[in-house]
């Protein structure tokens, strides 16, 4: 092979090496979550850097191997995790801007460190070793890796659930903040479940604003079996498909209904329905799915990989579900979200609309 088809192979080859050693950094970047790096520097100040034996210092051992270490923080400054500034033995490391995600117990709301400890959980891994067997039998992979449900998953493992539900609570954190201040519908109820609220985190920021409220944080037992006691909330296990907590005013839904089919969410809203009293009322949130799949391949894949299917459905397939399931439509709003905007459709249960009745 001649030097310049050498040269242009090599190039052609590195961008190959580069797509079969993707999970590497993913994997070597859990390693420094787990020895909670970013917190060890950032607990210094938010400008400082430290040098490879002030690191080892605070490390929770006597004897940390200081070479394993240095190549970690070197190729984790090359990903841009880490600012590394001299070299060898005088190399210093201080936080960058994408960095100051990954506190682990630094106060900050809208880590990223749960998902990329659900993501690069052994769990959770494991079913891209059998993404291909979706398109030669049509199954789903988490399923196929583990042969049940990641919900069930986390039922069956408890350190597993652990890392599922502070990813749900911070998935959480990453819009409510902005539904509370945006949505006014909050202000005049009395009591509201939230089903399928994982640990009570939407329902804590909830209360946060209107601490009038009497809180239902609602989901399956073992998820609010490790769910914290939050003041003014009330945790109660059980499966939506065969009930919904009743005796609130209003039930609250979000980015619940997207991880099922059709006939699973006529099922949960019909339930929703029986639950409510007269004029009681629905408040379901969920993201633009074609939206939020046309502009990020690498969420289409992902959930294709972890859910069974996922449903492309629109303003109006919403809509439709809703009314179909005996609810009346008061209003629909849309809030701009991290990767898609987010619609709010306000529901009220009202026995003469005439729609269907649970």
């Known amino acids: 092979m001649a030097g310049e088809e050498l040269e242009k192979y090599g190039a052609q080859a590195q961008e190959a090496f580069d797509i079969i050693f993707s999970p590497v950094p993913a994997l070597v970047l859990k390693s420094a979550l787990l020895l909670e790096i970013p917190d060890i520097i950032a607990r210094q100040g938010s400008n400082a850097s430290l040098s490879l034996h002030e690191i080892a210092a605070r490390l929770p051992t006597q004897n940390p191997h200081l070479d394993y270490l240095s190549r970690i923080l070197r190729y984790l400054s090359k990903k841009g995790i880490f600012i590394q500034s ?62 049940k449900s990641i919900y069930a998953c986390g039922k069956d493992n408890p350190d597993f659930n652990n890392v599922l539900n502070d990813y749900m609570a911070a998935h959480t954190m990453t819009a409510i903040g902005q539904i509370v201040n945006h949505y006014q519908g909050f202000k005049d109820l009395k009591s509201l479940v939230d089903v399928g609220g994982g640990n009570g985190t939407a329902l804590r920021e909830i209360l946060k604003v209107y601490p009038h409220i009497r809180g239902i944080n609602f989901d399956l037992p073992h998820v609010v079996a490790a769910a914290p006691e939050i003041p003014g909330i009330e945790h109660v296990g059980g499966s939506m498909f065969e009930s919904v907590p009743s005796g609130t005013d209003a039930i609250f839904i979000k980015k619940v209904l997207l991880d099922w089919d059709d006939t699973s969410c006529m099922k949960i809203l019909e339930n929703c329905h029986k639950a409510l009293p007269e004029n009681g009322k629905l408040i379901l949130i969920e993201e633009a799915v074609p939206d939020l799949l046309e502009k990020s391949a690498w969420i289409d894949i992902l959930y294709m990989a972890r859910m069974t299917e996922i449903i492309n459905r629109s303003e109006e397939d919403w809509s439709k579900m809703v009314q179909d399931s005996g609810f009346s439509i008061l209003k629909i709003e849309w809030l701009p979200g991290m990767f898609a905007k987010m619609l709010i459709i306000e529901a009220t249960k009202s026995i003469s609309n005439g729609n269907k009745v649970g």
């Open 86 to 147: 001299g070299v060898g033995g005088e190399a210093r490391y201080a936080l960058s801007d994408i960095s100051k995600h990954f506190f682990v117990k630094e106060k900050n709301p809208f880590s990223l460190v749960p998902t990329a400890m659900l993501e690069t959980s052994e769990v959770s891994m494991a079913r891209w070793h059998h993404l291909h067997e979706c398109v030669l039998q049509g199954c789903n992979a988490f399923e196929k890796a583990h042969g």
